[in-house]
């Protein structure tokens, strides 16, 4: 089973009083919303309704349709990835060698594959812990939302949630050395959607900007990772959170047209906010610890960084058109642009590729490009 190293102190024993490690597990978020009953059948939205055939057809299973008797050396697997890609292990964070005074300076070939399995193993990590809290968001829009269709559709989003944590957890637990918490920004934007009794800022915040980061990152992923379960677990989820993202879209769609000046407004402001800290997310806070670093430092390097600023950049490019789609970049003069003009992401507001296509020839070369560090040879094979 996967238990997140806490971070607290350890557990009691059973004949001692205060919280078990299991109630240190547990974390509440009180939220008051209404829940919502419609007596309406009456199947009326088209695009819901196919949406929901196709998820219904598209259902797979963890435990048969992924070969989880794949061996995976995790130091191989980075060693390979780096071969096969021609960027070093470590980056975009290897890039801090150029830093005078760096506090890498000293690390050796065998740290930087150590800190990459590591850095591997932190984005796991909070892609299992984004997963639960979509499976969260989408219980709370089944309930919330007023259409019969968007509950149905909204039911498969939850299986699909509760599969892509299992699959995310099992992948940690016997793969990978260790799982990492909850990365602070993301607990936090979690948070801040499910107390919101707003039902369509569940939605801006969890499948349009939450989910949006995710599939490029599981995409960047795809595209760089040479594991073969690994890529087939990817593959897997990123069909399904395609619909997700569809999902939030057509229903916001519905809304947003007609919503008030005012309350657009808080939207845009909502879906910036939501950006700015994932935005912070980027930094890995969780892992720097491990390595002797104080998160303080890398704050202030790595963001300087151009080839971090390239990654983190990549990491919206399936946020900002889905932002344009639903009328929020020019809303009031265009407050929203400005936003991304300044955050330096508003050239993907037309992008229509898929994850998959952003990966080797957008994401690798940018990044890399920057570094100057030696690339290794390109993989002969
Ligand atoms: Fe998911
Ligand atoms: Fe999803």
């Known amino acids: 089973m996967t238990i997140t190293e806490l971070q607290t102190a350890g557990g009691n024993s059973e004949n001692q009083t205060g919280p078990t490690e299991f109630d240190l597990l547990m974390d509440s978020v009180r939220a008051e919303f209404d829940t919502q009953f419609t007596w309406d059948y009456e199947r009326g939205h088209d695009g819901l309704n196919r949406l929901y055939e196709k998820a219904k057809r598209s259902q797979w299973n963890v435990s048969d349709d992924l070969d989880w008797s794949t061996p995976v050396d995790p130091e191989h697997m980075i060693r390979l990835q780096a071969e096969a890609t021609g960027i070093p292990a470590g980056m975009p964070a290897r890039s801090l060698l150029d830093v005078k005074g760096s506090p890498v300076a000293s690390w050796n070939e065998d740290q930087w594959v150590d800190f990459a399995v590591h850095s591997q193993a932190a984005s796991l990590s909070q892609f299992l812990h984004g997963e639960q809290g979509a499976l969260l968001c989408t219980a709370r829009l089944v309930e919330s939302v007023p259409w019969i269709e968007a509950k149905y559709y909204g039911a498969t ?225």
């Not at 599981?218 to 760089?224: A, E, P």
């Not at 897997?236 to 999902?247: P, T």
Request: some cysteine; proline content about 5%; glycine content about 4%.
């Open 157 to 381: 989003q939850v299986v699909d949630e509760a599969r892509h944590v299992e699959a995310f957890a099992r992948y940690l637990d016997e793969k990978m050395p260790t799982t990492y918490p909850v990365n602070e920004n993301l607990k936090s934007l979690l948070d801040t959607v499910l107390r919101d009794e707003r039902w369509d800022l569940v939605y801006l915040g969890m499948q349009v900007v939450i989910e949006g980061l995710a599939l490029a990152a599981f995409g960047l992923m795809l595209g760089t990772t040479q594991e073969p379960l690994l890529k087939q677990m990817l593959k897997y989820v990123m069909a399904d959170e395609a619909r997700h993202v569809a999902f939030g879209i057509l229903s916001l769609q519905e809304i947003y047209d007609d919503l008030p000046a005012a309350d657009f407004r808080e939207r845009q402001e909502f879906a910036y906010e939501a950006c700015d800290m994932m935005r912070r997310r980027t930094l890995n806070a969780e892992l720097w610890p491990r390595f002797g670093i104080e998160n303080a430092e890398i704050e202030t390097l790595l963001p300087r960084q151009s080839s971090q600023q390239a990654l983190q950049r990549l990491l919206f490019s399936k946020i900002v058109p889905n932002c344009k789609k639903l009328g929020l970049l020019d809303h009031r003069d265009g407050w929203l642009r400005e936003r991304f003009q300044e955050m330096g992401v508003i050239q993907y507001e037309d992008w229509e590729n898929t994850a998959e296509a952003l990966t080797i020839g957008d994401a690798v070369e940018p990044i890399f490009a920057n570094s100057t560090n030696d690339r290794p040879p390109p993989n002969e094979d």
